[in-house]
Structures are given as structure tokens and as C-alpha cells.
């Protein structure tokens, strides 16, 4: 069992910067890909935002933040950040992370996932 929790969510100014964390509780964090995604206003999915493999070296971006989006991660605090910057009113959502074992693009086809944590960009 793993449990996740978001943090670093609020809001910000569109042109700003937000890093958000996921801390998982539990074993071998390190073995797990790490998704995030989030869920905008008024939709009923949560789109794919970015992802990472266990070691770290392959991830993926969503076209919508590719190029001012980071994701890392830091197995000896069990964390998992997202770095976004030039935030836009588009970005608004709740941000979830995921832990799973293959690398997917879909939330529920990750064994665990968070509450969320609110992004709000006013423009």
C-alpha cells in the first residue's frame, strides 16, 4: 500500500512558477513510475501532465506544458516534484500524482493515487 500526498498548490499570477511535491509513504518508492496529472474545471478526466520512471532518466510531458515543465524525483524523501513555470489560466486544476509500475498515461491505470492539490492562475 502506498499513500501520496500533494502539497504546493495555490494561487499564483499567470507568468509565475509553482513546484509541486508528492510524498508517498511506504516501501520501495524507488522501484515506482511517478505520474502527474490533473483535472481542469468542468471535466470529468484528469489529463496526463508528466511522468517518470523509477531510475529517474526517462519522462514525459504533455504537449500542453512541455518546455517550461519539469519532473524529478528524490527517492531518499520518497518525493516526486513538478516544476511549472510561465503558468497560465489554462494550468488551473487539481494536480494528482500517481505511483504504479509501468509507465502510463492514464490516471486509473496507476495503482495509487492522491487527494490533489488546487492550482489556481489568474491572469
Known amino acids: 500500500q502506498v499513500q501520496l500526498v500533494e502539497s504546493g498548490g495555490g494561487l499564483v499570477q499567470a507568468g509565475g512558477s509553482l513546484r509541486l511535491s508528492c510524498v508517498a509513504s511506504?516501501?520501495?518508492?524507488?522501484?515506482?513510475?511517478v505520474g502527474w496529472f490533473r483535472q481542469a474545471p468542468g471535466r470529468e478526466r484528469a489529463a496526463f501532465v508528466a511522468t517518470i520512471s523509477s531510475s529517474g532518466g526517462t519522462t514525459y510531458y504533455a504537449d500542453s506544458v512541455k518546455g517550461r515543465s519539469t519532473i524529478s524525483r528524490d527517492d531518499a524523501k520518497n518525493t516526486v516534484y513538478l516544476q511549472i513555470d510561465s503558468l497560465r489560466p489554462e494550468d488551473t486544476a487539481v494536480y494528482y500524482c500517481a505511483v504504479g509500475r509501468e509507465l502510463r498515461f492514464v490516471l486509473k491505470e496507476y495503482a495509487y493515487w492522491g487527494q490533489g492539490t488546487q492550482v489556481t492562475v489568474s491572469s
Open positions: 511506504g516501501r520501495a518508492f524507488d522501484t515506482y513510475v
